[in-house]
């Protein structure tokens, strides 16, 4: 969930910090990190967060029957 209270930490979507790539953040704080690191200062941005993406549809993997009432 993007507004989880219990969000695990990561530099990736922290307030400080701000990603140069897939794998690397630049943070005010520490200085260039790994994404996935984390520090007592971190502070949650859900704006940073970027969602799953969601499987494509795809109707010839179901039968008629699965959208039946």
Not at 23 to 29: F, G, L
Not at 31 to 56: M, T
Request: proline content about 6%; aromatic content about 10%; some cysteine.
């Amino acid at each position: 969930m993007i507004f989880d209270k219990k969000i695990v930490p990561r530099c990736e979507y922290c307030r400080f910090g701000n990603l140069i790539d897939d794998d690397h953040v630049i943070c005010v704080k520490r200085g260039v990190v790994g994404s996935d690191d984390a520090c007592r200062r971190f502070r949650y941005d859900p704006l940073k967060r970027r969602p799953e993406i969601q499987a494509a549809f795809r109707p010839q993997d179901h039968s008629d029957d699965e959208f039946a009432l």
